[in-house]
Each structure stands twice: as C-alpha cells, then as structure tokens.
C-alpha cells in the first residue's frame, strides 16, 4: 500500500469514529515527532503493540480486502511484565471491504457490531490442523444464545449484537452492502505475528510504499523509531 493511501484512511477513521463519538487514548493523536519526545515510560505502547493498525492482506486492494483497526489495549503471553490476560480493538469495515478467513489458534474473542450498518459473518469449522475448511454445522454464542447454522451460511450481527468466535473456528466478515460498521473487540492476549491462521496465503501486515510521510504512525512502524 502506498503511504499516502494509509494516511488517507487514517483520517477518514478518525472522521468515523468522531461521529460515534468514540474517543480514542491521547496517543492516537500521536506524530512521529511526537513519539521521538517519548522514552522509556511508553514502552508499553510498543510491546504490547497498541494503536493505529490496517492491512490489505497484501493484495494490493485495501478498500475491497481490508480492515482497518486500533489496539486499544493488549497484554503479552507469558510475560511477567504486560500480565493483562485480555486485549480491545475498534475497527472499521466498510461496504464491499472483506476481512478475508482465518481463524485463531489461541485466542477466544467477542467481536461486537458497535454500530452503523449490519455486520456479515461466514463461519467455517477447521479440519483438524489443516488451513482447510471443514463442512460440519457450526455453533457459535450470539449474545449469550447458542446457534446451530450449516457451514458458510451468512450470520448477521445488527447494531449491539455480537458472536463469540472461539479458537479453530474459521471466519471472514464484511459490512452489508451500502453500509459502514464500527466493530469492537473484547478478547484474550492477541499476538499476530504468531496466532493467525489463514485460509488462503496471505499477508497480515501491508507491505508499504513510501510516496509521503505518515500522518500517524502504524504499530508496525514502531521497529523503525
């Protein structure tokens, strides 16, 4: 992705999020200048990887295979330092912008229409350890209410509903035609370098065209400060 694209849809997100009146940490606000006055007391921010986040899936079609996300708050597994066991995202998926399948090894996650318009699932089974979808019904918690619904069927989420996605259950989303949904994530530690498990050969970080300098600094910039 070119980075004048990201800095676009950085600020488009934070248009979005303002007409929710979401109101993100200080440190979303954040310049690389900005960052460079900080020292060791925002280590945290680093480690943990919270803040500005989005992927094409290295496809090259951000606005079609994409999401854009933030990292609210995080912990690391197995770490004596950042212990919280849990972790929270805001994202955005916008109309015809698919969050292609994966599924998550380790990590239990509730993903919750926060609002705007329906949000739309397709569940898949894993098959075994394999990157393969299997077939078999699937059952997943909406709100507390199991269902039962056959593989691959459309499941939508209106306005303050959300599903469970528990781990080896694979899943893509995407906002109904015409719509723009603000998503939130309630979850257990997420590490994406090492918990994700896609479907189909794919990247989860942009791999990025430097055309302008950024606007707000991406968690995968962090490494170059």
Known sequence: ??????????RLAEEFFAKFSFKLPKFA???AADWKKHGAEIREIFDCEL?????????????????????IRNGV?????YTKPYAEKIMISRSHQVTLMHCHEAKTEDIINRGGGNLVFELYNRKGTSVELDDTPVTVSRDGELLTIPAGQPLVLTPGESITLKPNLFHKFYAETGSEV??????AVNDDHNDNVFHEPQLRFPIIEEDEEPYRLLVSDYKNL
Do not use: P, Q
């Open 182 to 187: 603000m998503i939130g994530e309630v979850s």
């Open 29 to 31: 606000a954040y310049t």
């Open 51 to 71: 803040g500005w986040d989005l992927t094409d899936f290295g496809r090259g079609d951000f606005r079609n295979e994409g999401l854009l996300l933030f990292t």
């Open 1 to 10: 992705m070119k980075r004048s694209e990201i800095n676009r849809e950085i």
């Open 77 to 81: 597994a197995g770490s004596g330092v």
